[in-house]
């Protein structure tokens, strides 16, 4: 059976290899696809940049998404998601740092499926992205890859 793939969205590399970290040691051996900004998660998702002649048949399984990020901010690239019949029903997490209500409810608005707040503390850390990791790729049931349009 294919492991299904997690993009994750981040900007800071610190964030990056703190999230990359807690995967190893949550034994979530998926691969991890690291889009560094906004515009280059979008390239990877629609086959621009220098992700042209990705295979765009080959989604990740889950996204998990930060919100102040370079380039393009994390709502723009839920916006542009959501807008596309292509990525619409990709399960989309914003897992970010801020504690504002308003990013909130305007990812909820533009379709997030789920708001994590990025904990503080290591080990609370990795629990969360644990837990993200085995309801995301194990336990929930997505739409399938020939028909998430």
């Keep these: 059976m294919e492991k299904k793939a997690i993009l994750l969205v981040e900007d800071n ?3 990056v290899a703190l999230t990359l970290r ?10 991890v696809v690291v889009a560094h900004d906004g515009a280059e ?6 086959a621009g940049g220098k992700f042209a002649g990705r295979d765009v048949n080959a ?10 990020l370079s380039k393009v901010d994390g709502l723009e690239v839920l916006r542009r998601l959501r807008a596309d019949d ?6 989309v997490v914003i897992l970010a740092s801020s504690k504002e ?27 969360a992205v644990r837990d993200l990791g ?14 998430r349009a």
């Design 101 to 127: 209500e308003s990013d909130v409810v305007n990812g909820y608005k533009l379709g997030a499926n789920s708001y994590v707040r990025k904990p503080v503390d290591f080990g609370q850390f990795a629990k």
């Design 134 to 147: 085995l309801y995301w790729l194990i336990l929930n049931e997505g739409p399938p890859q020939g028909r």
């Design 86 to 91: 292509r990525t619409r029903l990709l399960p």
């Design 13 to 15: 590399p610190d964030d």
């Design 59 to 68: 989604m990740p399984e889950v996204i998990l998404l930060d919100l102040k």
């Design 22 to 31: 807690a995967f190893d040691e949550s034994k979530v051996s998926n691969e």
């Design 41 to 46: 998660a979008l390239d990877y998702l629609f």
